[in-house]
């Protein structure tokens, strides 16, 4: 167990640096980003001020809401918006503390996961490949499924594809790494001279 608890910090450690790298400061989220200029900001956020009354996740306009709204999605232009009433720094020390804390805890479930498993997958490669695999497996799922079913962009959900892939695959390998050896197995036949039972 020790193991796996050094292994989840690693892990934590090296989602940290996979994700700065995708959605910090070196600007590659812009890749899969649209933005627009300062007055088409201004104008937005004072919309986003004026109609919306709390912090929260609103559909524009919101299908079944009413007949009206259904009709106005159906012809667009729809949008998610994600929504919060204030604002905070955008890279925020505290946030990226409680950032690495939340990945130290998704990793340490994975280990705990693998490490349920680790007797009959004795194999570093075998254990890597069942961390991979589910990893890619739940980030698509997550992450593709919205441009599917709620028909928002592909360039920014493949983005996060894969960038959440790469951190959650890279501490699959990891917590493999570190989890315990398993021991030789004992010999199923006995030996020829041994004695056996008349």
């Known amino acids: 167990m020790i193991r796996v608890i050094f292994g989840a910090a690693v892990a934590a450690i090296a ?3 996979i994700g700065f790298v995708f959605f910090g400061p070196l600007g590659l989220i812009n890749l899969a980003t ?14 986003l001020a ?35 009433t204030g604002g ?16 130290f805890v998704i990793a340490l479930i994975m280990g705990l996961a693998l490490l349920g498993i680790d ?4 194999d570093l490669g075998s254990r890597a490949r ?4 589910l990893a890619v497996a739940g980030v698509a799922f997550s992450h593709l499924s919205e441009p599917i079913y709620l028909k928002h962009d592909w360039p920014y959900f493949i983005y996060v ?5 790469l951190m959650l695959v890279a501490a699959g390998i990891i917590l493999a790494w570190f989890l315990p050896r398993a021991s030789a197995a004992a010999p199923s036949v006995a030996p020829e001279d041994a004695p056996t039972d008349v």
Do not use: K
Request: charge should be negative.
């Open 15 to 17: 989602m940290f640096v």
């Open 34 to 47: 649209a933005s627009v200029g300062d007055i088409e900001a201004a104008a937005v956020q004072q919309t």
């Open 50 to 84: 004026a109609n919306l009354p709390r912090t929260g996740t609103y559909f524009v306009p919101t299908p079944g809401s009413s007949a009206a709204q259904t009709v106005m999605f159906g012809r667009g232009p729809i949008a998610t918006v994600h929504y919060n």
């Open 88 to 103: 905070f720094a955008a890279m925020d020390p505290a946030t990226l503390v409680v950032g690495l804390v939340f990945n």
């Open 119 to 122: 007797s009959r997958v004795a």
């Open 130 to 133: 069942v961390a991979c695999i």
């Open 161 to 165: 594809f894969v960038a959440d892939s």
